[in-house]
């Protein structure tokens, strides 16, 4: 049987008041999912999905009216990313805290894949009691379910 343990990868952990355009460099730089936001004495606090940020440097008018985003001049495209200057990490969450897709060491792959799949995370922080030993990615967990091509 396949246990989460036996699923994760390192990956990156930014702290609530890390610099938001170095952690959207991380994101970028990796091609990542997603990070694994710290609190607390290095606790899992939240996950920031790269679709999060995307959501946060686009200005909601044009998120309101996409039809916008084809006639805006090239130079406010260009200064997207200053919105995340002087930001925080804790800047870029939700404002209101949805719940943490986290599993234990030993949960197995069906638990993992359920606690993915119900809040819809790209992925999911594995612990050890409170000490966070990896991730689990949506796309390491299908590579598992599906198998090789």
């Given at each position: 049987m396949v246990h989460a343990n036996d699923l994760v990868e390192?990956?990156?952990?930014?702290?609530l008041d890390a610099d938001?355009?170095?952690?959207?460099?991380?994101?970028?730089?990796?091609?990542?999912?997603?990070?694994?936001v710290t609190g607390e004495l290095g606790r899992p606090y939240a996950i920031l999905p790269a679709s999060q940020v995307?959501?946060?440097?686009?200005?909601?008018y044009i998120q309101d009216d996409p039809?916008?985003?084809?006639?805006?001049?090239?130079?406010?495209?260009?200064?997207?990313?200053?919105r995340l200057v002087g930001r925080t990490v804790r800047d870029l969450l939700p404002k209101n805290p949805v719940e943490?897709?986290?599993?234990?060491?030993?949960?197995?792959?069906?638990?993992l894949a359920a606690v993915m799949a119900r809040l819809r995370s790209?992925?999911?922080?594995?612990?050890?009691?409170?000490?966070i030993i990896g991730v689990v990615t949506a796309s390491r967990l299908l590579g598992v379910l599906c198998g090789p091509l």
């Open positions: 390192e990956f990156p952990l930014v702290d938001a355009l170095d952690a959207a460099r991380i994101l970028a730089t990796r091609r990542l999912p997603g990070l694994v995307v959501r946060f440097v686009v200005p909601g039809s916008l985003a084809g006639v805006i001049d090239e130079s406010v495209a260009d200064r997207i990313a200053a943490l897709p986290t599993v234990n060491a030993d949960d197995t792959m069906l638990e790209p992925l999911v922080a594995v612990l050890d009691g409170d000490a």
